[in-house]
C-alpha cells in the first residue's frame, strides 16, 4: 500500500499518515513549500481528480464482472514536481537555499545524496548531468557546512573511498566535485580517519594539478587532515605523492585563488606538520633545507591567515570575506625618514 501511495502523493504527506493522520489530513488541505514538501492547490486538485477518475473505472469494472482485479497504471507518478530533482524526498533545489532545515530522515538522506552524486559521477559528469550534478554538490557544500553532525553518518557508509577515488579523475567536472565532496569529508575526525585508509592525498596531488582553481579547497583540506591526526598514515601517503616538492611549488608560485595569503598559510602548516612526523622527520627536513621559498616562508607566524577559509568562497557559494593581513615571501626593509607629507592646497583649514 505505501509504494502504491508514494506513487501518488509526495512521502512527506505518506509519513504523516502513519504518524500522525490528523496532521496529514491537514497537510493534504493546505499548500507548502519546502525541502520536503512542494503541495499546491492544483497538485491537490489533480490528485483528487484522478483518484476519483479510477475509483469509478474499478466500480464499472467491477460492477461488470464482479472479478474484475485492479491494478494501478504504472506509468503514472502524481508524486512528483516537475522539473524539481528529489533525493531522498528532499527538493535538493529548496534545502540549497534553507540548508538548516531539520531533515526528516537525516541518515537516509545522506546515503540517498551521495548515492546520486557517485551516480553522476561514474557517467563523467557531462554535459547531460551538468546542471543536475552542480545543484547536487552545491547541495551537499550547503547542508554538510551549516549541519556538520550529519558528517557522522558517512563514516560508515562506505561512500568516502569511492568519492576519493575520483579525485584523480581525467573529467573537469567529476574533479571538482570530488574536491569539494573530499573536503567536507576532513572537517569530520571520523570520516578523516577513514581517509587515512585511502590514497586521499595522491588524489589531492591529482586534482590540484588538473584543476589550479581548486587549490584552495585543496589545500584547506590538507591543512584539516594534518591538523587532525597525530597519525603517520598521512605523512606516509604525503611523500609517496611527493606532497612536498608539489606544495613548495605552490608557495612559490602566484596562487590564481581568492586568498592566497591564507592557502600558502596553510601550506606551511602541513609542511611543519609532516616535518614534526618522529618516523619521517629527517627525510622531511632534509627536503625543505634543500628549498630556498622554504626558508623564506618557515620562520613567519601565519596564525592570523587560517581563520578565513577559502574553501567556504571558492567552491559555489557566498562572497569572498576579508582577511586581517598579508603573507608575503621575506619583508621589506623599514625606511629610515618618515615619507613626505601630502599637502593639499585647494582645502582651507576653517577655524570655529
Known amino acids: 500500500v505505501r509504494l502504491i501511495l508514494n506513487k501518488v502523493l509526495p512521502s512527506a504527506i505518506v509519513d504523516q499518515m502513519r504518524d500522525s493522520p490528523g496532521t496529514a489530513v491537514h497537510i493534504y488541505e493546505s499548500q507548502h513549500e519546502n525541502p520536503d514538501l512542494i503541495w499546491t ?16 473505472d474499478l466500480y464499472n469494472a467491477q460492477r461488470d464482472d464482479p472479478n474484475s482485479i485492479w491494478k494501478f497504471p504504472e506509468e503514472v507518478s502524481l508524486s512528483g514536481t516537475s522539473g524539481e530533482v528529489v533525493v531522498g524526498g528532499v527538493y535538493l533545489r529548496l534545502l540549497q537555499a534553507n540548508p538548516s532545515w531539520v531533515l526528516r530522515k537525516p541518515k537516509q538522506f545522506v546515503c540517498d545524496l551521495f548515492d546520486a552524486l557517485l551516480d553522476i559521477l561514474a557517467k563523467g559528469g557531462g554535459t547531460g548531468d551538468g546542471e543536475t550534478l552542480e545543484l547536487i554538490v552545491s547541495t551537499m557544500v ?16 562506505g561512500h568516502i573511498p569511492r568519492v576519493t577515488n575520483y579525485l584523480s579523475s581525467k573529467s573537469l567536472p567529476v574533479v571538482r566535485a570530488a574536491t569539494l565532496a573530499t573536503h567536507q569529508f576532513t572537517n569530520n575526525q571520523m570520516c578523516g580517519s577513514v581517509l587515512e585508509s585511502t590514497d586521499v592525498i595522491a588524489g589531492l596531488v591529482a586534482a590540484m594539478k588538473l584543476r589550479p582553481d581548486m587549490v584552495g579547497v585543496a589545500c584547506e583540506s590538507l591543512h584539516n587532515l594534518f591538523s587532525g591526526s597525530s597519525s603517520n598514515a598521512l605523512v606516509d601517503q604525503g611523500m609517496k605523492a611527493s606532497l612536498i616538492p608539489f606544495l613548495l611549488g605552490l608557495l612559490e608560485a602566484k596562487l590564481k585563488v581568492r586568498n592566497p595569503a591564507s592557502t600558502k598559510a596553510q601550506i606551511v602548516t602541513c609542511l611543519k606538520t609532516m616535518a614534526a612526523s618522529p618516523l619521517h622527520s629527517e627525510q622531511v627536513a632534509a627536503i ?4 630556498s621559498v622554504w626558508k623564506e616562508y618557515k620562520d613567519q607566524n601565519h596564525g592570523l591567515f587560517l581563520e578565513d577559509s577559502p574553501a567556504r568562497r571558492e567552491g559555489i557559494e557566498g562572497a569572498p570575506r576579508g582577511v586581517a593581513g598579508y603573507l608575503t615571501q621575506g619583508q621589506r626593509p623599514m625606511p629610515a625618514t618618515p615619507p613626505p607629507a601630502h599637502i593639499n592646497t585647494n582645502t582651507q583649514l576653517e577655524l570655529p
Open 288 to 291: 625543505l633545507d634543500k628549498s
Open 142 to 157: 550547503a547542508v554538510l557546512s551549516a549541519q556538520r553532525p550529519l558528517l557522522e553518518y558517512l563514516s560508515a557508509l
Open 41 to 56: 492547490d492544483d497538485s491537490r486538485i489533480k490528485v483528487s481528480q484522478t483518484v476519483t477518475r479510477w475509483t469509478n
